[in-house]
């Protein structure tokens, strides 16, 4: 986590020294001064920003740049006594409350957490999704239970898995379309169409992906989200792409994990090849490559269970497992 420490005093400067000498200090005495125009690059280059100083600067240096909780980096505020630890943003997604906790621990101060869940003691539906591993992209959706969660309404629940969230007013049923009504959560990685919940989409789906050389970027795509839906697979719950390494740079899987937000994962041909006995091979793509077949032992570093064994289409050949939660 690349972390940016603010300093606007002497007095914060040295809790800055105390603390945070590993981080990227800037401020007077470290000859990095705080450009209130320039805060921008600050802000899209840190995962975590502390501010030593006034709540009021925070705010004002950071306003013209807030965007969407998903993706802003944390922010926390300290005074320059260092008596208080403050999240000011993405306190649950961007990890700013537990930062908070564990610098105010470090420090002997005490964290200032304003969240409501945290106050009234119970998990926020988005912390639960984080740690879930569990995907979303309605906000609307998540913000309205939120809601309902901070004012005690009961919550529809319905789920693949048996994680819930600590609140004590969960109902839950045994289908999805029971829990598809206003202040319900659906918890399942089937592409369906969800019209009232909130709906979680566990990340389990693991794709295994060889190719020749050249291919199409948007002719895989177009593959992958065929195939999903063909297995009824929600396109959110893939979780990683895998390949063998001389594929790293193959413009098509490259593009594939990027347009579907997941890392890219390489293997050498000896470590895909402890799979082999799990597969369908090829004394030809052995010969080839080091190993008999690159998709089926690639979803295999992934997931447990084959979901669908090296289907093959226009130079590519695809497969899907699933990982145990």
């Known amino acids: ?52 100083g006034a709540a009021g600067i925070a705010v004002r240096y950071m306003a013209p740049f807030v965007e969407d909780k998903r ?20 306190g649950h997604l961007g990890g ?8 105010a621990k470090a420090m002997g101060a005490e964290a200032v957490l304003t969240t409501a869940s945290d106050s009234l003691g119970f998990e926020a539906i988005d912390v639960f999704a984080q740690k879930e591993n569990d995907a979303f992209d309605d906000m609307v959706a998540m913000k309205k239970m939120a809601a309902a969660m901070v004012a ?5 629940w319905y789920s693949e898995e048996d994680a819930v969230p600590y609140y004590p007013n969960i109902k839950r049923v045994a289908s999805i379309d029971e829990a ?24 389990r789906i693991h794709l295994g992906i060889g190719s020749k050389k050249g291919t199409d970027p948007e002719a895989l795509m177009a593959f992958i989200k065929k195939t999903l839906k063909a297995y009824g697979i929600h396109p959110m719950a893939v979780a990683a792409v895998h390949t063998i390494d001389i594929k790293k740079d193959e413009l ?52 447990e269970t084959m979901i669908a064994e090296k289907i093959c289409e226009g130079g590519f050949t ?3 497992t699933e990982e145990k939660r």
């Open 180 to 203: 598809d009504v206003e202040d319900g959560v659906v918890v399942s990685s089937k592409d369906v169409e969800i019209k009232s919940a909130l709906h979680l989409v566990p990340r």
């Open 152 to 156: 005690g309404r009961e919550i529809t």
């Open 252 to 303: 098509a899987i490259v593009f594939a994990a990027k347009e579907l937000h997941v890392p890219l994962k390489i293997y050498t041909a000896e470590e895909l090849a402890k799979n082999e006995y799990r597969c369908e091979g090829s004394d030809f793509v052995k010969a080839t490559v080091g190993v008999s077949g690159v998709s089926c032992t690639a979803a295999y570093m992934g997931g």
């Open 71 to 90: 993706w802003d980096p944390a922010v926390v505020v300290i005074d320059p006594t260092g008596r208080y630890v403050i999240p000011l943003l993405s």
């Open 1 to 52: 986590m690349k972390t940016a420490v603010l300093c606007f005093s002497p007095q914060g400067a040295a809790l800055a020294k105390k603390y945070f000498s590993q981080e990227d200090l800037y401020g007077k005495d470290f000859q990095r001064p705080i450009k209130k125009e320039a805060f921008g690059d600050i802000f899209d280059a840190y995962d975590r920003i502390v501010f030593i």
């Open 96 to 103: 700013a409350n537990a930062y908070a906790l564990e610098l």
């Open 318 to 320: 695809l497969s899907i």
